[in-house]
């Protein structure tokens, strides 16, 4: 699945009531955690003392861990809760009945407050079988080899516009995309509801105006 050698396997099973005991989780995310969540694996660590790999400025591991579900899906905000304080930085392996999902957002070390990171938006795969989920390990160091995994996972939506474009200036971009496709499919229900041709005209204009917005986006990062 990840062709990960032998040296970073861990293979450890974490109790969820360690998660209860030594996390902040609110009473709702308990429940996810006793209702969703069947067990908890921490399978791989992947560092400079595990394989090959040159240090990174930011990124000084990455665990892999595996969460096998009850039910075909999960409260996010569960994983989004570990991300925060966990303080390394984590890819998920999300399993329900032999298929699974990799799931991993880009996180960068709080300024402010109880946790070790703050924690963006997540990205991930389709569910998958366990053979055909394939991510690919591919940098010199821990830092590049952390970027790719996010973008792997982010596909076309984290694609570099541009040479060297940083994966913080992709995710904005894609954050502002995902905006504008936001109000324009909100705009695209008010045009089709209206009767006022009058009115029909002034929302066909702003969402002309969103639509070129959407444009410029990718113009922009050329």
Known sequence: MLGLPKTTEVNKRIPKQALHNNMQLTPMLKRVLTEQVDSIYWRNKIADDTMNLGKGNTVTEIQ???????????????????????????????????????????KEKAQTGDNAFKVHDYYHTDR???????????????????????????????????????????????????????????LEGKVRRERQFNKQVELNSELKRLKRMMEAIYIDAR
């Open 128 to 186: 998958l079988p366990e053979e055909q989920l394939m991510l690919k390990l591919d940098g010199m160091n821990l830092d590049t080899v952390y970027e790719n995994y996010v973008r792997q996972l982010g596909g076309k939506a984290l694609e570099a516009q541009k040479s060297g474009e940083s994966l913080e200036h992709s995710i904005e971009r894609d954050k502002k995309r995902q905006k504008l496709q936001r109000e324009i499919t909100v």
């Open 64 to 106: 892999i861990f595996e969460i096998r579900l009850n039910s075909s899906n999960l409260n996010t905000e569960l994983l989004r809760q570990i991300d925060k304080q966990v303080y390394y930085h984590v890819l998920f392996l999300l399993e329900y009945k032999g298929e699974y999902q990799a799931w991993i957002a880009h």
